[in-house]
């Protein structure tokens, strides 16, 4: 075997061969995938525009967000909208409210005002009690926070005609009649930050 000398040429010339063959396969694989990734996310021009939207939407946000803080300070109030119809239960505009306004009142204490046209106490003292344990669980601290029914803190109307607008509701309640402006709702065309 010493004196047999065996020709590896051969079999180091197909080796190359398939490295190189292997090399081009991984170099186009490489590329096809990079071209693919460079497209971004879209796969249409629809897609390709509600991208570029929701990018001039995130620019402006952290000053919308600052300006919508800023309100719920000075509003602090939760509404009949904020639970489900008929129930005690909050409803999603309400989980979403509340979890605004939770961190909120964990920093600054204060009062949530809850604004209702309900006569129903039984209903309204469970929708406070379900408000402070949804806000209680959310680790808000409860003891710098106190919850009333009342109007909201925002600039709404005058003061004489939101008690005009609700002894006006009172009374068509009681009587059974449609509101005067021909709305169902609460009996007066608004103002009042719900």
Same mark, same amino acid.
């Not at 190359?16 to 021009?45: E, I, M, P």
């Not at 803080?69 to 639970?83: C, E, K, R, T, V």
């Not at 204490?109 to 669980?137: F, K, N, W």
């Given at each position: 075997?010493?004196? *047999?000398?065996? !020709?590896?040429?051969?079999?180091?010339?197909?080796?190359?061969?398939?490295?190189?063959?292997?090399?081009?396969? #991984?170099?186009?694989?490489?590329?096809?995938?990079?071209?693919?990734?460079?497209?971004?996310?879209? =796969?249409?021009?629809?897609?390709?525009?509600?991208?570029?939207?929701?990018? %001039?939407?995130?620019?402006?946000?952290?000053?919308?967000?600052?300006?919508? !803080?800023?309100?719920?300070?000075?509003?602090?109030?939760?509404?009949?909208?904020?639970?489900?119809?008929?129930?005690?239960?909050?409803? @999603?505009? %309400?989980?979403?409210? #509340?979890?605004?306004?939770?961190?909120?009142?964990?920093?600054? %204490?204060?009062?949530?005002?809850?604004?209702?046209?309900?006569?129903?106490?039984?209903?309204?003292?469970?929708?406070?009690?379900?408000?402070?344990?949804? #806000?209680?669980?959310?680790?808000?601290?409860?003891? =710098?926070?106190?919850? *009333?029914?009342?109007?909201?803190?925002?600039?709404?109307?005058?003061?004489?005609?939101?008690?005009?607008?609700?002894?006006?509701?009172?009374?068509?309640?009681?009587? @059974?009649?449609?509101?005067? !402006?021909?709305?169902? &709702?609460? &009996?007066?065309?608004?103002?009042? !930050?719900?």
């Amino acid at each position: 075997m010493i004196g *047999k000398r065996r !020709n590896l040429e051969p079999a180091i010339v197909h080796n190359r061969g398939r490295c190189r063959a292997v090399a081009h396969v #991984l170099v186009v694989s490489f590329l096809a995938f990079a071209a693919a990734g460079c497209n971004g996310s879209w =796969r249409n021009a629809t897609q390709l525009q509600l991208t570029r939207m929701e990018e %001039g939407k995130n620019q402006f946000g952290a000053y919308r967000n600052h300006m919508v !803080n800023n309100a719920i300070l000075h509003d602090m109030s939760i509404a009949d909208i904020h639970f489900i119809p008929h129930s005690i239960e909050l409803s @999603g505009t %309400g989980v979403a409210r #509340l979890d605004r306004m939770a961190p909120l009142l964990d920093t600054y %204490g204060g009062i949530v005002r809850y604004e209702t046209v309900l006569m129903d106490d039984e209903m309204i003292a469970s929708r406070l009690d379900q408000v402070r344990e949804y #806000l209680d669980l959310t680790g808000c601290d409860m003891s =710098r926070v106190e919850l *009333k029914v009342m109007l909201s803190g925002g600039r709404g109307m005058p003061a004489s005609d939101a008690i005009q607008g609700e002894e006006n509701l009172a009374a068509q309640q009681k009587s @059974g009649a449609a509101p005067a !402006n021909g709305l169902s &709702g609460s &009996g007066f065309s608004g103002g009042l !930050n719900r």
